[in-house]
């Protein structure tokens, strides 16, 4: 069965503090997205990534990195967690276009206090 | 621009009773459309897609959607409603000069009525 593991279900983080959320697809997909989910807005997307070491920014990029150091693993990273970046937090990754459909991870909730 | 209105936040239905979940899109193109399925504490699953073949797609645990061009329209239905049915369900449209990214509605939650 086709997989995209993230690797917290759920984070409490202060801030301030420097978070890593980690994503790795068994798929040998190119393309890779993280999501933020929050209630009323529905999922919307930070940042995307065609291949590795590529990247580009989302609708909200803002206050977020990522890193694509190999092809199976897509990292999002909060230079300085904030409490507004409390939410739901999904990973996904597709082959080639969106006509195959997007894989998604069970997601992670982060708080942030 | 492409874009996706889910007409609905919340829709109550009795078990064995017909789904309606509504849906309408705006697009420049000829649009992909799909709709995904998030249970609690779960990511989203695909439950179908348009790709302009049929105008009527099968998807998964019977549910189905219509596309409709002249409404711009992509409704998700089913016959019965099932108790394992209650979940939240996205409408989602890819963008047409970039197949690989996706713009998802803001989400209707189904509750089924016991």
């Known amino acids: 069965d086709v997989k995209v593991t993230q690797s917290s279900r759920y984070l409490v983080k202060r801030t301030g503090e420097k978070v890593f959320l980690e994503c790795v697809q068994d798929?040998?997909?190119?393309?890779m997205f993280w999501y933020r989910q929050d209630p009323g807005l529905g999922l919307r997307l930070i940042y995307f990534s065609y291949d590795v070491k590529m990247k580009e920014k989302g609708d909200i990029p803002e206050g977020y990195s990522v890193s694509r150091e190999k092809k199976e693993r897509f990292s999002l990273i909060l230079e300085s967690a904030s409490t507004n970046q409390t939410s739901m937090y999904l990973c996904?990754?597709?082959?080639?276009?969106?006509?195959?459909?997007?894989?998604f991870g069970s997601g992670t909730r982060l708080t942030v206090v | 621009a492409q874009s996706v209105t889910q007409l609905d936040s919340h829709v109550s239905v009795s078990e064995g009773t017909p789904v309606l979940l509504r849906c309408n899109y705006s697009?420049?193109?000829?649009?992909?459309l799909f709709w995904y399925v998030q249970h609690p504490n779960k990511g989203l699953q695909l439950l179908l897609k348009?790709?302009?073949?049929?105008?009527l797609v099968k998807g998964i645990n019977g549910f189905e959607a219509e596309f409709k061009k002249s409404e711009t329209s992509f409704h998700l239905t089913k016959p019965s409603a099932h108790m394992s049915d209650a979940a939240e369900y996205f409408c989602v449209v890819s963008e047409g000069d970039r197949d690989d990214k996706i713009i998802f509605g803001k989400g209707t939650r189904l509750h089924i009525l016991p």
């Open positions: 798929m040998d997909h190119e393309n």
């Open positions: 697009s420049s193109y000829s649009p992909s």
């Open positions: 996904a990754s597709c082959r080639g276009t969106a006509f195959y459909g997007y894989t």
């Open positions: 348009y790709t302009s073949a049929a105008t």
